[in-house]
């Protein structure tokens, strides 16, 4: 480790550069229907325009772990934030669909591409120091995700989108690649040695598939993509009410998220992960559900009964997903002989791929019935059919490719 870059202060400023990361990429999330207005766009067209993201996601897992090991961290993260950030600053300009969806996959890319970066910098802290920074470090990301949204919802109404998410664009930019610079000394170094030489082809060379693991995983994360995506214009369509109180019930659902990840960790010692796993699984998936099917058949003279509702699904949904995602990720590590490298990137192109498919399926399914809160039924069923790929969580269980 450099001898001017202490452990100590290396961990604050990666807490630090999650932080940001999560304030910068959800800034937008709560302003939604204004950006669904801007456009111009029944839901279910802006819905398939969103999910193009995964397109530049998909592309961002494939190619950018080989582009940090051909030429090291620091010029790989620099670009990555440059790309991120001027995307979404353009993105809220935006009127036309075709320029929303070239901005939108630069955008989903420069997001995957800073999220590679950033943890792989974590993964090199780990084993330098023996410090696993891996879960806090999401903690703080979500930390960063809340935040943003408490503050997007007070300034809905009050500050315009473009002047709130361009001059946050502008200050995170710069804040984080300040923090990259200062981390320069002990940034992953771009790897010289022919005998690890490291290409793309080398995904798609024995690519394999851990079924049970990666289904999990899509049930078990869409319903907080759904939410991200849905939550915000489905309050505020179906109840009618101010946009800054229809960002409460996506920062009630965002703090559970919080509450649960540091949870777990002492819920563990009790009983076994996959028995855990299951039983949030029922509590998000039966919980939301039941709240907004509740909720939307409550006569229009019980709007805040309703809204309460709404905040009280939301509440379910974020404490019961909140620790799913990791847990079938560690288990994709631990199940696959590969390397981890090449884990996470065959893991995350088959959960992108399935979500993508999934995303366009809700989004049309809202524009042909005209109603989210059915087509919210779609993440909840998955979250329910967790339980039956929580068994690939067991530490005995191993994987059949």
């Known amino acids: 480790m450099a001898k001017d870059i202490h452990h ?15 304030f910068g990429i959800m800034a937008w999330v709560p302003r939604f229907p204004e950006v669904k207005a801007n456009l111009g766009l029944q839901n279910g067209a802006f819905g398939s325009l969103m999910s193009t993201g995964s397109i530049g996601a998909f592309f961002g897992l494939l190619t950018v772990g080989h582009i940090i090991h051909k030429y090291g961290a620091l010029k790989v993260t620099i670009a990555s934030i440059l ?13 036309s669909s075709f320029l929303f969806l070239i901005f939108n996959i630069a955008f989903g890319f420069g997001i995957t591409a800073v999220h590679v970066c950033l943890n792989s910098q974590g993964f090199h802290f780990l084993e330098r120091s023996k410090i696993n920074l891996i879960t806090s470090t ?6 960063g995700a809340l935040s943003t949204a408490i503050l997007s919802g007070v300034l809905v109404g009050r500050v315009g989108l473009v002047a709130h998410v361009n001059f946050l664009c502008v200050a995170l930019t710069i804040a984080m690649i300040a923090i990259v610079l200062r981390l320069r000394p002990v940034l992953l170094e771009s790897n010289t040695d022919s005998d690890h030489d490291y290409s793309i082809k080398d995904i798609f060379t024995g690519f ?26 489905f309050t505020k369509d179906r109840l009618d009410i101010d946009a800054g109180l229809s960002t409460a019930p996506y920062i009630v659902f965002t703090a559970m998220m919080i509450f649960g990840r540091l949870l777990i960790h002492r819920l563990i010692p009790r009983a076994p992960l996959d028995l855990w796993v299951k039983r949030a699984a029922l509590l998000a998936g039966a919980g939301f559900g039941i709240c907004i099917i509740t909720a939307t058949h409550l006569p229009a003279t019980l709007k805040w009964w309703s809204y309460g ?13 909140s620790f799913l995602g ?17 884990v996470v990137g065959q893991f995350g192109v088959v959960n992108n791929v399935l979500l993508f498919g ?21 993440p909840t069923v998955m979250m329910l059919a967790t339980v039956f790929f929580a068994d690939s969580l067991k530490e005995s269980s191993k994987s059949k490719v």
């Open 309 to 321: 509702l709404f905040v009280l699904a939301f509440f379910f949904a974020g404490l019961g997903s």
């Open 208 to 233: 394999r598939i851990d079924w049970p693991v990666s289904l999990g995983m899509a049930c078990a994360v869409y319903l907080e993509f759904a939410i991200g995506d849905w939550g915000t214009i």
């Open 83 to 95: 790309i991120l950030f001027s995307s979404l600053g353009v993105l809220v300009h935006l009127n």
């Open 8 to 22: 100590r202060l290396e961990q604050r400023l990666l807490h630090t550069v999650f932080f940001l990361f999560g």
């Open 358 to 378: 999934i995303k366009w399926i809700v989004a049309w399914t809202i524009q042909f019935t005209g109603s989210i809160a059915l087509a919210m039924m779609i």
């Open 138 to 143: 999401a903690g703080y990301w979500s930390a």
């Open 326 to 342: 990791p847990s079938f990720f560690a288990a994709a590590n631990r199940r696959s002989s590969l390397p981890s490298a090449v």
